[in-house]
């Protein structure tokens, strides 16, 4: 059974920084496409950042300076961190797993920038 599970989430200061892992069992993450997506209030969801199997990286432009996509193969684990948050980074973060036999998302975890 296929399980991404998202933690590190949780309320942080604008101008702070914030590191969020996505353990994933039941597949290999290194051969998928892994990438972070999120939500915020009364919006769709936005893709934040996606690590492919070969390395290549793509970022959303509004966050290309601000957040860094990595990974772990030996850990089975994907990270996003994020610096300069701002109020408007307030979201759901979703990490998804994504190859031709099958896409996978996690349940997400809560990001809130706040004073």
């Known amino acids: 059974q296929v399980q991404l599970v998202e933690s590190g989430g949780g309320l942080v200061q604008p101008g702070g920084s914030m590191r969020l892992s996505c353990a994933a069992s039941?597949?290999?993450?290194?051969?998928?496409?892994m990438a972070w997506y999120r939500q915020a209030p009364g919006k769709q969801r936005e893709l934040v950042a996606v690590?492919?199997?070969?390395?290549?990286?793509t970022y959303a432009d509004s966050m290309k300076s601000r957040f860094t996509i990595s990974r772990d193969n030996g850990k089975n684990t994907v990270y996003l961190q994020m610096d300069s948050l701002r109020s408007e980074d307030t979201a759901v973060y979703y990490c998804?797993?994504?190859?031709?036999?099958?896409?996978?998302w996690g349940k997400g975890t809560l990001v809130t920038v706040s004073l």
């Open positions: 998804n797993a994504q190859k031709t036999v099958g896409c996978y």
């Open positions: 039941g597949l290999n993450s290194g051969s998928y496409a």
């Open positions: 690590i492919m199997s070969g390395g290549t990286i």
